[in-house]
Structures are given as C-alpha cells and as structure tokens.
C-alpha cells in the first residue's frame, strides 16, 4: 500500500515537470551529479565544467549516512538527500542527473525530482534504460531524457557536446570521484 502512494505521488508530480527549448547558446556552465553506496554509507561527488569546453572548473565529494533503502523505481527517495547536500551553495546553468528523468514507468526519476526540487534545468543520464520506458533517446553510451525546465532536442545536444569515449566527460569524472577513485576507491 505505501509503494501505491508513493508512485501516486511520483504520477501526480511528472505532471508538474516542465519541457521547454533551452537556449544552448547562454549556458556557460554544466554540473554533474553521482552517488555510490558501502554499506550503511554514501559518497556523492559534485563536477562543474565550463561548457561547451568541459573544462573541469571544481570538484566536490560528501560522505553521508544512508537514509532510505534501495528499491527499483523509487531511486529518487535515496538519492535526493546526498544530491541535495552536493548542490548546497553551488551554481551552474544545467545539472546532469546520473539517473533518469521522464524515461520512467512513472514519468518521473531522479533527474525530474531533482529539477522540480531546485527549479533548473535538469537532464537524465543512464547507463541503460528502464524496462517498458520511452522518452529517452541514446547519446553514445547513454540514455538521455529530460529531467525538468528543458526539452529532449536541447537534453540531448547538451549531452552531445560534452561526450566522450560514450558517456558525458562530467558524469564520468563524478562517477569515479563518487566511488573513491582519487584514494583508491570506496
């Protein structure tokens, strides 16, 4: 019963996410977001590249104590908390979520939660889709799909831009500073 109110509200809350054309030309900066998991413990890291160079302009890396279990299509309940803590104080133009946005059974994944929860444009990032999703389409390695304030055309230049060997050159940096690659993993 609680996971058919959770996913009522999930419903009820992709109808609030907003897609729109993003003026690629005015963005300057694009962040990126990740989060790993040891046991009762998270390590989130945070990059912010200049764009469209994706030159590496600052990194940052938390530790905190898991508050929510995982469980398939409610990623954004363990998440948003060690995200949220990354994002405090920060500012770029659009946020890459390592995680979906709109190309969820529900319409709405982490990358959309995200977004609605700090009003900027947000892009879903995965290494493989959800079963019996759309709205997402496949940059390289990735499946991109709107997070929130921008539409899949706009997502998906972005993320062009910034690929490398596949995957987008500041996710990739985020996840191995969230697994601990800079002292010798986590």
């Not at 979520?97 to 982490?110: D, S, T």
Request: charged residues 30%; positive net charge; proline residues 5%.
């Amino acid at each position: 019963m609680k996971f058919k109110k959770l996913a009522d509200v999930q419903r009820k809350l992709s109808k609030k996410i907003v897609e729109k054309p993003l003026d690629i030309s005015k963005v300057k900066t694009i962040a990126a977001v990740d989060v790993s998991y040891k046991g009762d413990r998270a390590r989130g890291a945070f990059v912010l590249c200049s764009f469209p160079s994706c030159e590496v302009l600052k990194t940052k890396v938390i530790e905190t104590e898991v508050s929510f279990p995982y469980i398939p299509t409610y990623f954004f309940l363990r998440e948003t908390r060690p995200i949220l803590l990354l994002l405090k104080g920060e500012e770029f133009d659009v946020l890459l979520v390592e995680g979906h946005g709109k190309a969820h059974p529900r319409g709405y994944g982490l990358a959309s939660h995200i977004g609605l929860l700090i009003n900027k444009p947000t892009i879903g990032v995965a290494k493989k889709p959800l079963r019996g999703t759309k709205d997402f389409v496949k940059v390289g390695k990735a499946y991109v799909s709107v997070g929130n304030l921008i539409d899949l055309d706009s997502a998906k230049k972005i993320v062009e831009a910034i690929n490398e060997n596949g995957y987008p050159k500041p996710l990739r940096i985020a996840d191995k500073l969230s697994k601990g690659a800079e002292n010798g993993g986590y």
